[in-house]
């Protein structure tokens, strides 16, 4: 499907950290530049509004992360690491994310979910059924749900350009990810060769 970009879109966008942190960390073995997902992202179009969901730690290692997404425009919503008794933890901004993006959609034209995740794909069906919003999903494609890509209205594949959405990517390394898929089953694990 071909969309249209144009400069005076409002654009939202809100990005799920974890799912991006630790797709480019078991592909690449690298981490995010958020600054250009960020840029690329809003494709020259008016910014209203970038949120990243986070978790915190007790030892607050994150708190400069924090403080570098800030001064590229990021808002970070942050909640502490639910750990339970037995040393479970859950670290989950799902429900937190789609709300602010419905309530965010009466305001603009477009919103960009930079995620991976397909349990995603009944939000971004909801924005494009009773917003009118186009919805676009940011993401490492190699670790994207397939039902996800197929339910946006654009798709940018990160992996196109590591060196331009990885800070420090050499290239030639190989990762494996078994992507998941919105009824929560994993997907083949796929071997990857990297430039």
């Keep these: 499907m071909s969309i249209i970009k144009h400069p005076e879109q409002r ?3 809100f990005i799920d950290t974890q799912n991006l942190y630790h797709s480019a960390k078991n592909l690449y073995h690298s981490r995010v530049n958020f600054g250009n997902v960020l840029k ?4 020259g179009r008016r910014l209203v509004r970038a949120r990243a969901y986070s978790v915190t730690t007790e ?21 502490d690491l639910q750990v339970f008794y ?11 994310l789609a709300v602010d993006a419905i309530t965010a959609a009466p305001k603009v034209d477009t919103i960009v979910l930079v995620t991976g995740d397909g349990d995603f ?5 909801y924005l494009q059924m009773h917003s009118g919003c186009q919805v676009e999903v940011v993401s490492f494609g190699r670790s994207t749900s397939s039902k996800l890509k197929e339910a946006t209205d654009d ?19 190989r990762g494996s990810f078994k992507p998941q898929d919105s009824d929560g089953s994993q997907g083949e ?3 990857v060769e990297l430039e």
């Design 11 to 13: 654009v939202a966008v």
């Design 40 to 43: 690329d992202s809003v494709a």
């Design 59 to 79: 030892s607050g290692e994150e708190k400069a992360f924090f403080e570098a997404l800030g001064k590229v425009g990021i808002e970070m919503i942050t909640k």
């Design 86 to 96: 037995g040393g479970a933890k859950k670290a989950d901004w799902d429900v937190g």
């Design 121 to 125: 794909v009944p939000l971004v069906e």
């Design 155 to 173: 798709f940018l594949d990160l992996d196109d350009e590591p060196r331009r959405y990885l800070l420090g990517f050499r290239g030639g390394r």
């Design 189 to 191: 694990a796929e071997t």
